[in-house]
């Protein structure tokens, strides 16, 4: 893979993610969205890659499968400006 050199993409990072959501935790965007694959939180500041969408969604939200039924709504907030990163939502329903 080509990013298999680069960090927050090693082999380990992402074992260790996966092996984290295996403990019983579940992504809440992907739980919702499990096929928008062009959302990103990060982009470099390098070469207009928030202009270009050339990013990566390295930051989650993560709820224990006891939690899960409750999502309501998990959002990445793309246009929000102001860093490298964008702020990320969850909004759980009452018991």
Known sequence: MALNDTSGF???????????????FVETFRYLHPNDKEVFSWWSYRDR???????????????SED???RVKRAEVMGQVMGSDHCPVLLELAEK
């Open 10 to 24: 090693l082999p380990e990072e992402r074992q260790w993610f996966g092996e984290f959501l295996d403990q019983g």
């Open 49 to 63: 890659a928030r202009a270009t969408n050339r990013g990566w969604r390295i930051d989650h939200i993560c709820v």
């Open 67 to 69: 939690l899960k039924g």
